[in-house]
């Protein structure tokens, strides 16, 4: 047999160095922490997410961080779609009045109503709304508001609360002239003015005219005639202000839920002030490409990952409005089905020092129009809203079936109430052949039961004797219906009264 010395010699020395090296490291290190076992990181960690996730003391492997950053991008793209909707929402609705041929400080005027053609969300077919878009971004612009029975406010390019105006502005619907100042303008501005500062440079401004006994015309004479939007440099020569009447216009005001959603979100950053937003949210966006001055380009992975995040975030919207998961938005717990995103009485979801993200979440998802005279309604003043989704058992509304909601008499509006029903899907006016898509308490041909209390019927077709009582509805179509009380009374606040849930009529 033939030894080879050379290698019994490296063997010798390996198994030495080696024994060596195990004494060494089998020692307890002289300077030794007291390490709690929460602070260590297992070599395999099991999650019902993301499956096994592997590590060599703490270090994770290839396949570990690939995991986990894709989901860390994931969750960011959901959160974006999420916590980004107030802008894209003033996006969309600047955008849409754009397809029905307005400039920005044009009126935009349903004058003749709004009805399913326009997609918007959450419309109230039984009242002319009026929106502009006040621009700063040259220079401060000047709105002339006329007295009389408006509504309404103007928010900023994150849909946050600028100033209300008309009855409950601060010249409570005497009308006023005022001028809209933009963050970064260093100028003289005129005495005589309403001066109002805006931290972005769109602005959205909504009112409503409030009708009596019918009278469109006198309800919207002063917008049609004196409300106007023109720049500082044109005050010694204002022009005219422009109407475009979009009653029956074709126009979409809704943000995307596909992949497109992130396109109007850097429209948004890329065109308003760098320190426009919470930088805490600017960051969010950033970290999935949407940076200002940098163009939004995604390669082939992330855009894998923003598609599968909005259809993500898109459900989870869905989730929270249409099902929420807490006792405090509904307004009577155990009793009615009716809800709202505004528990708390803040036009900013705050509670405590709280912002409350599903409360704000849910309403920018399926409402538009911000400010505290909404989320604050005072007695007699202001107005109320309730959502119906579901029916007394806690099912999804079905336009195929036939329903019946009782409102107990008297009904707690100073001003009306109404009805009004949307599609799920655009969260707009259901599409049908009826006009209004709802009735109110102005309706010509609605009729109280002999105890004061109103009974109206939702359904695919009239049941006899009801027809002004009825809201029409379609078979394969879900909905969901708002009770809107404008001027509530004492009644709605204490809870003493309460209208009837969805009633199945079988």
Do not use: C
Not at 12 to 38: E, H, N
Not at 81 to 90: C, E, K, Q, R, V
Not at 472 to 493: C, D, H, I, V, W
């Amino acid at each position: 047999m033939i030894i080879n010395k050379n290698k019994i010699v490296s063997s010798f020395v390996l198994l030495v160095f080696g024994i060596g090296m195990t004494s060494t490291f089998a020692q307890s290190p002289t300077y030794k922490a007291k390490v709690p076992s929460s602070l260590i990181t297992p070599n395999k960690v099991e999650t019902e997410m993301l499956g096994d996730l592997e590590f060599f003391d703490g270090m994770p492997n290839e396949a570990t961080v690939k995991k986990t950053i894709d989901f860390l991008d994931l969750s960011r793209a959901v959160e974006v779609f999420l916590n980004g909707m107030p802008a894209t929402s003033i996006y969309a609705m600047l955008e849409g009045m754009k397809q029905a041929g307005a400039n920005p400080g044009d009126l935009v005027l349903w004058k003749d109503y709004g009805d399913a053609r326009t997609l918007a969300l959450t419309f109230n077919t039984s009242t002319p709304y009026a929106f502009a878009e006040i621009n700063v971004k040259d220079e401060p612009m000047i709105v002339d508001v006329p007295p009389g029975a408006l509504v309404g406010a103007v928010d900023d390019a994150f849909f946050r609360w600028v100033t209300d105006l008309g009855v409950t502005g601060p010249n409570q619907g005497k009308g006023g002239k005022w001028i809209f100042v933009g963050p970064d303008y260093e100028g003289n501005l005129p005495d005589g003015f309403t001066i109002i500062k805006t931290p972005t440079y769109r602005n959205w401004m909504f009112l409503r005219a409030l009708v009596t006994n019918g009278d469109v015309e006198t309800a919207t004479l002063g917008l049609r005639t004196q409300f106007r939007v023109y720049p500082l440099s044109m005050l010694a020569n204002p022009p005219k202000g422009k109407v475009v009447n979009a009653s029956g216009a074709q126009i979409n005001t809704v943000h995307a839920n596909d992949v497109t959603y992130y396109d109007e979100l850097n429209a948004v950053i890329q065109y308003e002030p760098a320190d426009a937003f919470n930088p805490e949210l600017v960051g969010q966006f950033a970290a999935i490409g949407i940076k200002k001055g940098e163009p939004f380009a995604p390669d082939a992975r992330m855009k894998k990952i923003l598609t599968e995040g909005v259809a993500i975030g898109n459900a989870t919207a869905r989730s929270l409005t249409f099902r929420p998961r807490e006792e405090r938005l509904y307004f009577y717990p155990g009793k009615r089905q009716w809800y709202s995103p505004f528990t708390g009485g803040s036009s900013e979801f705050m509670n405590k020092g709280e912002r409350v993200l599903d409360d704000r979440i849910i309403f920018h998802y399926y409402a538009t129009g911000i400010t505290p005279a909404m989320a604050r309604a005072q007695v007699g003043t202001g107005s109320a809203y309730a959502i119906g989704a579901h029916d007394s058992e806690g099912n999804y509304l079905d336009g195929g079936k036939t329903y019946k909601v009782t409102l107990p008499g008297p009904v707690p509006a100073k001003d009306f109430w109404s009805f009004v029903v949307y599609d799920n899907q655009t969260r707009s006016v259901l599409e049908t052949d009826q006009k209004s898509a709802g009735v109110d308490s102005n309706s010509p041909d609605i009729k109280p039961n002999a105890d004061g209390s109103y009974t109206v019927w939702f359904g695919p077709t009239a049941p006899k004797g009801k027809e002004g009582n009825w809201v029409q509805t379609m078979p394969g179509k879900s909905y969901n219906s708002l009770l809107r009380l404008y001027g509530p009374l004492e009644a709605y606040f204490d809870k003493s009264w309460m209208p009837g849930d969805f009633e199945l009529v079988k």
